[in-house]
């Protein structure tokens, strides 16, 4: 019978053992179909082991296998080494990441991106409608804030998708509804009534902030390994 320690390992093990394996797999996803026949099945086996390949997938990195990875495309080392970073980055504290604004296309959506989000994310919701004064500039003003503040859902839904258009007729839109772990922590009807007649995203911003309703603003702490010279080994 086998011991633990001889089973094999899930892909996001943290141990030595586990971050060879990630490497393997990894590494196979990755490689060129122009890469030798001979070098592929080394790294299949390596990623994909069936079971006369478990005893080689277990023992420590071989030095064949270290002279291939040395040999191969450190662009890829760079690109795993990346998302390992950005892995542990979500993991650990921030939750998952987003780039712009979500359309939601029902009231079962509406739901969902309430109840089943990350615990962590902060979930802002513009409820719209066409038509309706200062419901097209408000949709604006929260396409730019999504690219300021990628670690906060934005969503859009049209008032009538929701299933309770009753509730939510033009007198009271454009309406911002913000949650956090399915919690309701602000609740603004006819929001550009707080807000002047022009107004621009840093006004939408500044109004969210009043309330404490949004994180601090995100930077790129890494840029791309790729781009940049001087990369510290």
């Known amino acids: 019978m086998s011991s633990p320690e001889e089973e094999e390992l899930p892909a996001n093990h943290t141990g030595p053992k586990g971050v060879i394996n990630d490497w393997r797999r990894f590494r196979l996803d990755s490689v060129d179909q122009s890469v030798p026949q001979s070098k592929r099945e080394l790294l299949r086996q390596m990623s994909s082991p069936r079971d006369d390949d478990k005893e080689r997938l277990n023992r420590k990195m071989s030095v064949q296998e270290y002279e291939l990875i040395q040999n191969e495309d450190e662009r890829c080392l760079k690109r795993y080494r ?17 780039d712009a604004v979500h359309e939601l296309e029902s009231g079962e959506a509406f739901l969902d991106v309430i109840e089943k989000e990350h615990r962590l994310t902060l979930v802002v919701v ?29 969503c859009r839904i049209d008032a009538v998708a929701t299933g309770a258009a009753e509730r939510f007729s033009s007198e009271v839109l454009p309406a911002l509804l913000v949650y956090k772990a399915g919690e309701l922590l602000g609740n603004f009807l006819s929001v550009t009534k707080h807000l002047s007649e022009d107004f621009f995203a840093t006004d939408v911003e500044a109004f969210l902030n009043e309330y404490g309703l949004l994180p601090e603003r995100e930077f790129t702490a890494c840029p791309d390994e790729d781009e940049g010279p001087g990369e510290v080994e």
């Open 82 to 98: 990346k998302q390992c970073m950005q892995d542990m980055h979500e993991r650990l504290s921030f939750g998952p990441k987003f």
């Open 126 to 154: 513009h409820i719209y409608q066409h038509g309706v004064k200062g419901c097209e500039e408000l949709n604006s003003c929260l396409d730019c804030l999504a690219t300021e503040y990628s670690s906060v859902k934005f």
